[in-house]
């Protein structure tokens, strides 16, 4: 079994595979010879099967050359890239169901129960490492239990999802940090679809909103790259396109995506004093596609139960 951190490159990786199996050559190889073997030998019949991990995947295009084409080697890739081509089987993992969600945060706490655990696995909304981290600190700490957690971090919302804890898992990164290098590698006209998203409810929204809200998406991306074109609809699709492929929004059914509520707090976070602005542009967006709306209830359960604009840091 070989496993590459394809954040630290693909090719140092690779070429890592080459020393390990060949321990009596000198390092004189240049690297991208030594991986360039490491793929060759991957691609060879063996006697026995072998697995190669590419962990943290950009995205197809950056891996595609590396894996291998024959031989019995086995490819497992994890990545928050979500736009795999039809010959790759693909297994998505988006949140914990609330009994699993629960149970992971007892189990790595070292608390064997909790009445509270279940809360936290609420307001966390049941994201793997969100939970992973929660139970870390709370096993770092003496007498320490989920409600005091709880109450930490509804306080320190933002400190607490830019925390690096990284729990068993070794992770290195913290929950504001993953979705934030996601985040930049995304569209302006994406972005901006997601810094309005982040005031309403993390329930399905029809992508209906930004199209017939275009003018007031145009501001929104205006107000980062000084270019206020309004979108068509061909434009704004390939935005949410943009998003579901890098897992920032779930594609739901009826044409709509929905957005985790973590990653619409760190949104919120980032946006700083400018959150109130993006607010009312959110508002007024609502406002025009309610106004399209062909029943009273269409809008119902978009917004959240209550936006604290002054909380934001």
């Not at 608390?111 to 939970?131: F, N, R, T």
């Not at 700083?272 to 209830?297: C, H, M, W, Y």
């Amino acid at each position: 079994m070989f496993w590459i951190d394809c954040r630290q490159g693909i090719e140092a990786g690779f070429a890592e595979i080459f020393d390990i199996t060949h321990r009596k050559i000198k390092r004189t190889i240049p690297m991208d010879e030594r991986a360039k073997r490491a793929k060759q030998a991957l691609e060879q019949i063996a006697p026995d099967n072998r697995l190669l991990i590419l962990d943290n995947a950009e995205d197809e295009q950056s891996i595609q050359p590396w894996i291998p084409a024959t031989g019995n080697c086995h490819v497992l890739i994890t990545s928050r890239f979500a736009g795999w081509s039809r010959g790759i089987a693909t297994h998505p993992v988006w949140v914990l169901e609330p009994e699993p969600a629960k149970e992971l945060l007892l189990k790595r706490s070292g608390l064997k129960e909790d009445p509270a655990a279940a809360v936290v696995a609420q307001k966390l909304q049941y994201l793997p490492l969100a939970l992973e981290q929660a139970a870390a600190y709370v096993s770092e700490q003496t007498g320490f239990t989920f409600a005091d957690y709880l109450r930490l971090y509804e306080a320190n919302e933002k400190t607490f999802l830019d925390r690096k804890t990284p729990g068993a898992t070794n992770y290195p990164d913290s929950v504001y940090l993953t979705w934030r290098t996601t985040r930049d590698r995304l569209p302006e006209g994406a972005k901006a679809m997601l810094r309005l998203h982040a005031f309403y409810a993390s329930t399905p929204f029809p992508v209906s909103l930004y199209i017939k809200g275009a003018e007031k998406l145009a501001e929104e991306i205006g107000e980062e790259i000084n270019d206020s074109v309004v979108p068509d609809e061909v434009v704004i699709r390939d935005w949410k396109s943009a998003l579901v492929a890098y897992s920032m929004a779930l594609k739901e059914p009826n044409d709509c995506i929905s957005v985790h509520a973590l990653v619409q707090s760190v949104e919120r976070h980032e946006m700083g004093a400018n959150a109130a602005k993006v607010a009312e542009r959110s508002a007024q967006l609502l406002l025009t596609t309610i106004r399209f709306a062909s029943a009273p209830d269409t809008t119902a359960g978009w917004l959240p139960p209550a936006t604290r604009i002054g909380s934001f840091d």
